[in-house]
T-cell receptor
Framework: DAEITQSPRHKITETGRQVTLACHQT?????MFWYRQDLGHGLRLIHY???????NKGEVSDGYSVSRSNTEDLPLTLESAASSQTSVYFC?????????????FGPGTRLTVL | GNSVTQMEGPVTLSEEAFLTINCTYT??????LFWYVQYPGEGLQLLLK?????DKGSNKGFEATYRKETTSFHLEKGSVQVSDSAVYFC????????????FGDGTTLTVKP
C-alpha cells in the first residue's frame, strides 16, 4: 500500500543546532506539504512543493527550508533550531490537477528544542 | 482567500449522544469539502468528503452535507462511541490552489462511557 513515512518520529535537540526531518511518500504525488501543529493554532503550513525543483513558502516559513530533488522526498530543515519551533510536524501529499483530491498525511514527528 | 471556521471545542459527550460539529467556509469557485479525523498520536486521515453542492459524504456513521447556500459542511453522528474520541478537522480544496487544502483549527471530541 502507498504511504507517507516520516523520520525520526521523535527528536530532541538543542537551540542553535541544524535539524532535518525526513518525509518520503510512495503515492507518486506531485504535491507535498509540511505543516506544524500546535495547541490553539491548528495546522499551519510551513512550505510546499508542486513538483521536482519547485518549493514555495507557507504562512510560517521563517527559520525553515525545504528542497525537492525527486518526487518521493521533501526534507524539512530547521537552519538554527529555536524553542519556538518545538512542535509536532506533519508531512502531507496530494494529487495535482484535480479538485476533490484528499490530502494524505504522515504519522508526524514530535520535535523538542531545549 | 479561502478560509474554514469550525465550532470551538472541546466537546464532551456521553456515549450514544448526538454529535454536531459546525463548519462554515469561504472560498472562490466551487471547492470540495472534507472532514479529517486525528486520533491520539497519529496523523490526520480522511473521514468523509463531498465534491459538489448537495452531496452528502458519509463514513463510519458520520455524515455531512455540502450546503452551498449557507456555505456549511456540518459533521453529524447519531450515536457517538468512546472510540470516536479524537480531533476533527474541516477542510476545503479547490482547483485554483492545485491541491493545497485549507484547514479549520480542529475540534477535540471526548466521549465518556
Amino acid at each position: 500500500d502507498a504511504e507517507i513515512t516520516q523520520s525520526p518520529r521523535h527528536k530532541i535537540t538543542e537551540t542553535g543546532r541544524q535539524v532535518t526531518l525526513a518525509c518520503h511518500q510512495t503515492w507518486n504525488h506531485n504535491n507535498m506539504f509540511w505543516y506544524r501543529q500546535d495547541l490553539g493554532h491548528g495546522l499551519r503550513l510551513i512550505h510546499y512543493s508542486y513538483g521536482v525543483q519547485d518549493t514555495n513558502k507557507g504562512e510560517v516559513s521563517d527559520g525553515y527550508s525545504v528542497s525537492r530533488s525527486n518526487t518521493e522526498d521533501l526534507p524539512l530543515t530547521l537552519e538554527s533550531a529555536a524553542s519556538s519551533q518545538t512542535s509536532v510536524y506533519f508531512c502531507a501529499s496530494s494529487e495535482s490537477g484535480t479538485s476533490g483530491g484528499e490530502t494524505f498525511f504522515g504519522p508526524g514527528t514530535r520535535l523538542t528544542v531545549l | 482567500g479561502n478560509s474554514v471556521t469550525q465550532m470551538e471545542g472541546p466537546v464532551t459527550l456521553s456515549e450514544e449522544a448526538f454529535l454536531t460539529i459546525n463548519c462554515t467556509y469561504t472560498a472562490t469557485g466551487y471547492p470540495s469539502l472534507f472532514w479529517y479525523v486525528q486520533y491520539p498520536g497519529e496523523g490526520l486521515q480522511l473521514l468523509l468528503k463531498a465534491t459538489k453542492a448537495d452531496d452528502k459524504g458519509s463514513n463510519k456513521g458520520f455524515e455531512a452535507t455540502y450546503r452551498k447556500e449557507t456555505t456549511s459542511f456540518h459533521l453529524e453522528k447519531g450515536s457517538v462511541q468512546v472510540s470516536d474520541s479524537a480531533v476533527y478537522f474541516c477542510a476545503l480544496s479547490d482547483n485554483t490552489n492545485a491541491g493545497k487544502s485549507t484547514f479549520g483549527d480542529g475540534t477535540t471530541l471526548t466521549v465518556k462511557p
